[in-house]
């Protein structure tokens, strides 16, 4: 069983930075592969980005690549998010979430990943 707990979002403005975080418990964690996914109100969730368990391999929705950026250190059991140049649409709660059948980015589907944290909050104002 691998616990997740997202942490760093907030209120910025638009074209501004931040930087969110997952931690981990549990040293599986190492070996899956990490998916950040978001889901606004009204909205569906929607993945983000995903890493393999080594951080040699990432994948990212369209609409995020080039602004974001995702990172994993399994010494601190810790994946991150670093959103650059942010809009109103990326609004949302953003998630973190684990896939424990693979150790390598094989799926963006939603129901595939088995671990999720309860989510941090982005707002980006106009």
């Known amino acids: 069983q691998v616990q997740l707990v997202e942490s760093g979002g907030g209120l910025v403005q638009a074209g501004g930075s931040l930087r969110l975080s997952c931690a981990a418990s549990?040293?599986?964690?190492?070996?899956?592969?990490l998916g950040w996914f978001r889901q606004a109100p009204g909205k569906e969730r929607e993945f983000v980005a995903a890493i393999s368990w080594s951080g040699g391999q990432t994948y990212y929705a369209d609409s995020m690549r080039g602004r974001f950026t995702i990172s994993r250190d399994n010494a601190k059991l810790t994946v991150y998010l670093q959103m650059n140049s942010l809009k109103p649409e990326d609004t949302a709660v953003y998630y973190c979430?684990?896939?424990?059948?693979?150790?390598?980015?094989?799926?963006?589907?939603?129901?595939?990943?088995?671990?999720w944290g309860q989510g941090t909050q982005v707002t980006v104002s106009s």
């Open positions: 979430a684990a896939d424990r059948h693979s150790d390598y980015i094989t799926t963006t589907d939603v129901d595939e990943y088995d671990y």
């Open positions: 549990g040293r599986a964690f190492s070996y899956y592969a």
